[in-house]
């Protein structure tokens, strides 16, 4: 995209008076210079330093100019742009009465008084109507800024109905503004286009005033919007561009147009917003400044593009060269000095229609497809297809892939495609997924009743355990175990005469007496557990299902982990009985409090008819203190219940981890 970087053009146009100020003003159209001087005042005393004479310059002075020489230096190289695809702005700025209505919009008296909105649309459909290879549309919309509110002049609703917040401007995608809410239309020719314009001129808001008969109490943006598509290139190619034509209202010193009331109000929303468009322009010279405040007012959010934007922007200064407005159109002129160091960066806007695109990629990828198919023809592969594979054919894929994991298939021969090799790679993914849910249904579902039972027989087998301890015994011996279980032996203790243990088959095991131990005089340092003995057998390897291979891992080298988590689910369900119970004492305390403060109330209350209504009773006091205890009381067990809970969460936590870690060595083992 093609980008235009310039500054704003400025062109200072005058209005005709027969009381010009000569003494006061020099003109040079020539040179596009003004002269200004200001008489010094002689109450300032004889040392007086106060600025007398200032010299601007500008690009254009239009003095004493006709309406069309208006236009063909301001407004017909910016149509020609924004047919082209850039953005354009044209806006009128100064004093009330300075003729900025009549720039922008003109007079209905005489049609060669006609302004630059009236001329720029004719401009427009006659550069429209000299491209045959375009199809344009135009939109149009009008709004009205009114005392910070917004107003849609082409509305169907008058704007007395409107309420001045249903319309919003927001950023779009492409960093510019879109205002939500203004309605927009299309307009086939420039008559329609025109109507639209007389129908919001008669929409606007005006008031009477010393200066003017018809003062502009509003700022009104009038818009068209340009979108293009090429009959001859691609046409999913779009050039769109919105040309706004401005009028402002009028800076006005209230002192000289004897506004009071509601003009007077106008005039002070007016002014702020003026200087808020100021301020803008000054932060923009400013290149130390970071922040630009475009949303301090309406009106310089919505000409966000056009000031410092992507815009070609053109300011029209409209000034009233008479004596008595020497300090307004001094004013007005150092604003424009500071709007030409304003810099935009306008660009051609182009996007992309997503729906026409779609269409062109579609007829691409069958093209692509049929020349691959030719391709395919000459390379002796007819077989191979591009379109997307059929249900039928994925599931004669995945079987494939089912044969080659089980082993049925050594090797898969037939890989015509990257596609194919795709394609089988998703269903090896999907013949994973389905196995990795199985397993994990088959440990958190099917495994729940064996899991009941074997929790069970483990409680049940550390209870005798724990007996045996107590006794200091040790056990019988256990048929199921082809042995027999010894409890712990205690510290430091040995038999004195050797156990020999019988490994006689189907035989009666005599009982025998059992050895008396002799204390050692050095203690061992660790804990010796004699676990069950049992006979080895010699049997043949048999192929186990997995959820008795997992039952089997978890007696035997999974049995440290699954004690892990029943020690926790232990734990889990002391702390929740503590957690219930101690629920119930603050929920005691809650009631006693409640009851205590009824009383206090009810004792307040009765102190009210009393005469002496600060001294309480011992009733009353006896309340206080027993309402501050059980305070104190809720408070210490609402910290413990939140301690609590917190080590729920934490037992919960290892309890997700034990399970995992039981389920990650199952794995591996």
Not at 29 to 56: E, L, R, Y
Not at 371 to 379: I, R, Y
Not at 570 to 586: M, P, R
Request: charged share 35%; with cysteine; glycine share 6%.
């Amino acid at each position: 995209q093609k980008m235009v970087k310039q500054a704003v053009k400025v062109v200072v146009r005058t209005r005709p008076t027969s009381n010009y100020a000569a003494k006061n003003m020099n003109i040079d159209t020539n040179d596009n210079t003004i002269t200004v001087s200001v008489p010094k005042m002689a109450d300032k005393g004889i040392i007086n330093n106060q600025q007398d004479s200032w010299k601007f310059k500008f690009d254009k002075i239009l003095h004493n100019s006709s309406q069309e020489d208006v236009f063909d230096y301001c407004g017909r190289d910016i149509v020609h742009n924004v047919v082209e695809g850039y953005n354009g702005t044209v806006f009128a700025y100064g004093q009330t009465g300075a003729g900025k209505t009549f720039t922008i919009a003109g007079s209905t008296q005489n049609y060669k008084y006609r302004g630059i909105i009236p001329r720029a649309v004719s401009a427009l459909f006659q550069e429209i109507g000299s491209r045959f290879d375009q199809a344009i549309t135009v939109r149009v919309s009008y709004v009205e800024i009114y005392n910070e509110l917004m107003f849609d002049l082409l509305s169907n609703r008058p704007t007395h109905e409107q309420s001045g917040n249903e319309i919003s401007i927001q950023d779009d995608m492409h960093g510019g503004i879109h205002v939500k809410g203004l309605s927009m239309h299309v307009c086939a020719n420039e008559e329609e286009a025109l109507n639209c314009l007389f129908e919001g001129e008669t929409n606007r808001t005006v008031a009477e005033h010393e200066l003017n008969k018809a003062s502009s109490r509003s700022h009104c943006i009038y818009t068209l919007h340009v979108e293009s598509k090429s009959r001859v290139e691609s046409s999913e190619k779009i050039v769109f561009s919105k040309l706004h034509l401005v009028d402002l209202a009028g800076s006005e010193r209230t002192k000289k147009t004897g506004s009071e009331g509601i003009t007077l109000k106008e005039a002070t929303y007016i002014n702020k917003s003026l200087s808020f468009l100021e301020q803008v322009v000054v932060a923009l010279c400013d290149r130390k400044r970071d922040h630009v405040p475009y949303r301090q007012s309406k009106l310089t959010n919505m000409l966000k593009d056009s000031i410092g934007g992507n815009c070609k922007t053109l300011m029209v200064a409209n000034v009233w060269p008479e004596a008595s407005f020497i300090e307004e159109t001094t004013s007005t002129l150092k604003f424009a000095t500071r709007m030409m160091r304003v810099s935009n960066e306008a660009i051609i806007n182009v996007q992309l229609d997503p729906n026409l695109l779609i269409k062109k990629y579609e007829k691409e990828i069958r093209e692509l497809k049929q020349e691959l198919a030719m391709h395919d023809t000459l390379a002796n592969r007819g077989r191979i297809t591009y379109d997307t594979y059929t249900p039928e054919q994925q599931y004669e894929i995945q079987k494939q892939a089912e044969s080659f994991l089980t082993g049925e298939l050594e090797d898969i021969d037939e890989l015509n495609s990257l596609r194919q090799v795709r394609e089988l790679f998703h269903q090896f993914r999907n013949i994973y997924r389905k196995l990795q849910k199985k397993v994990h249904d088959s440990f958190y579902e099917g495994g729940a009743e064996e899991g009941k039972e074997d929790l069970k027989g483990r409680e049940a087998m550390l209870s005798r355990e724990k007996t045996m301890k107590e006794k200091k015994g040790v056990g019988d011996t256990e048929d199921t175990a082809g042995g027999f279980g010894l409890g712990k032996a205690p510290k430091a203790a040995k038999p004195s005469v050797p156990v020999d243990v019988g490994k006689g088959k189907g035989k009666e095991e005599k009982e025998e007496e059992v050895p008396k131990y002799e204390n050692e005089k050095e203690e061992e340092e660790e804990e010796e557990e004699v676990g069950v003995v049992k006979k080895k057998k010699e049997k043949k390897v048999e192929v186990l299902d997995r959820q008795t291979a997992f039952m089997e891992f978890k007696r035997e080298d999974g049995r440290q982990i699954e004690d892990g988590i029943i020690q926790n689910r232990t734990d889990l369900k002391d702390k929740k009985t503590q957690i219930k119970q101690i629920t119930l004492v603050i929920n005691t305390s809650k009631k006693e409090i409640d009851k205590l403060k009824e009383l206090l109330e009810q004792k307040k209350e009765e102190r009210k008819t009393e005469i002496e209504e600060d001294v309480i009773d011992e009733e009353e006091y006896q309340y206080i203190r027993e309402l501050k205890i059980h305070k104190n009381t809720y408070k210490k067990n609402y910290d413990t219940l939140k301690d609590l809970k917190h080590e729920v969460y934490i037992i919960q936590q290892n309890i997700d981890q034990l399970k995992q870690q039981l389920i990650s060595s199952f794995e591996e083992w």
